[in-house]
């Protein structure tokens, strides 16, 4: 076994390091975004200073994923506001002919596609370690402890295990995924030393457990409650696991766990795509509707919000959820998607109230539910029974009263709401073929909630 995980391991770190064309292209890329953002620095009233930061600058990114991150350091005593309109500033004036568009994290910032690689402007504060006014003001000293702390070996480890994490589908800590950074893959590194320590530490992890830089600065680590605690070297009060979601955490103890019992090279492929499972695919549910374009990061941020409530609403009504996902394009089509135990109820259902002993209670229950009640009874178990009749027995009926004249108590989040109720179609079982096949985005949300994991089959 051992032989085999180490086999692999060395013909993967082989394919995830860049090859010297590679690397001469992107170093070309970012010393023309390097030089156009230093053009934009001068000859402005405050002293900026533009450095180079993000996996390039640490030599952590793997080959054929490069990102390069330009951070603006401007004076501590600006503003909030200031700093974000100047971020942009300085950023869509150095990346002016690329198409520049804004991303949001603390505060917005500017990308764009240079020659093909993504190039990040952004702004953040010029002060002492440990005296942060805002979360980007941490990057530029994440950058120096990685370039002080790595040798070659070790960004060769991060490069692999970022891979991994990709492998898993659980690369990435936009709101959007929800997972594990590419910073936080470096830590993971800096703490275990390399990929098959990492794994063998995340398969034995539970939850609530934490990671921390030093045993002195395991204190820290009490301030927080969530999945995975994993402590930011340069500030341990901060928390880098508090964006990754439980079910990230939970998927990255199975999936270490199952490389090490059963290795396999597909654990480093790109994140795969199962194949509809046309006998779940009966109790699957989508809604799918159209909106105007918005920042990714927003979008998410709605979607996400979304779902919750409109799951919470159907739980109300009876509905069993099994799962259910977002998923979008990211520009003007997004879906809700759900698998049920079942898209139809019966036509009554009982409703349980109190114990007779407290007598007060179910006297109560009794005047509450008589009218609307077919049948009310005391039963085995020594409560107050009501047969009522159900509003609604199908999904899409629903669907339809929730998104409908219901959709302002719906929950929806405001930015979607009216676009969800004009736009939505409400697609059911076998009929989602038909209704896939030129949305990719759709097709593949759609896969992987009707499909076993690739987690927990470990196939290749």
Request: aromatic share 8%; net charge positive.
């Amino acid at each position: 076994m051992a032989q085999a995980i180490e086999k692999i391991i060395s013909a993967e770190i082989k394919r995830s390091e860049p090859s010297p064309k590679e690397e001469e292209r992107v170093a070309k890329i970012t010393k023309y975004a390097m030089q156009r953002v230093q053009n934009a620095c001068k000859g402005r009233k405050i002293r900026l200073t533009p450095l180079l930061a993000g996996s390039f600058a640490k030599g952590t990114w793997v080959a054929g994923d490069a990102d390069v991150d330009i951070f603006v350091k401007v004076p501590a005593n600006l503003t909030k506001d200031e700093l974000g309109k100047l971020g942009i500033e300085i950023g869509k004036q150095a990346l002016r002919g690329h198409s520049p568009y804004l991303r949001y994290s603390e505060h917005p910032y500017v990308e764009a596609l240079v020659k093909g690689i993504k190039v990040n402007v952004v702004a953040c504060y010029d002060v002492p370690k440990g005296e942060w006014k805002s979360a980007a003001d941490r990057s530029p000293y994440h950058t120096e402890l990685i370039k002080q702390k790595f040798d070659a070996k070790m960004k060769s480890e991060t490069r692999l295990l970022k891979r991994f994490l990709k492998g898993l589908g659980i690369y990435g800590a936009e709101i959007k995924t929800r997972g594990f950074s590419g910073y936080v893959a470096e830590v993971l590194i800096l703490k275990f030393g390399s990929l098959l320590e990492v794994l063998r530490n995340i398969s034995k992890t539970k939850f609530g457990d934490s990671i921390v830089p030093t045993e002195s600065e395991k204190v820290y680590a009490r301030l927080h409650n969530t999945p995975l605690i994993i402590l930011d070297p340069v500030d341990p009060r901060r928390n880098l696991g508090a964006a990754i979601s439980k079910q990230r955490v939970a998927e990255f103890i199975f999936g270490a766990g199952l490389f090490l019992e059963r290795p396999n090279a597909s654990f480093f492929s790109a994140k795969y795509a199962p194949p509809l499972n046309r006998q779940t695919l009966g109790n699957v549910v989508v809604v799918a509707f159209k909106h105007q374009e918005r920042t990714v990061d927003k979008l998410w941020g709605q979607l996400n919000k979304s779902l919750y409530h409109l799951e919470t609403h159907l739980i109300e009504k009876d509905f069993h959820v099994l799962r259910s996902i977002s998923s979008s394009d990211d520009k003007k089509e997004s879906a809700f998607i759900f698998l049920l135990e079942d898209t139809h109820l019966s036509e009554r259902k009982d409703r349980a109230g109190p114990e007779t002993t407290f007598s007060g209670d179910s006297i109560k229950f009794v005047a509450a539910n008589k009218k609307r009640s077919e049948l009310l009874w005391i039963g085995s178990d020594g409560k107050v029974h009501s047969l009522i009749k159900r509003d609604f027995c199908n999904i899409t009926d629903t669907l339809e009263f929730i998104l409908g004249s219901s959709i302002t108590s719906s929950g929806i989040s405001a930015g979607l709401r009216e676009e969800v109720r004009a736009t939505k179609r409400i697609i059911v079982g076998k009929r989602i073929l038909q209704f896939i096949p030129s949305r990719g985005w759709l097709k593949e949300a759609v896969a992987e909630i009707a499909s076993t994991s690739r987690i927990i089959t470990g196939s290749d």
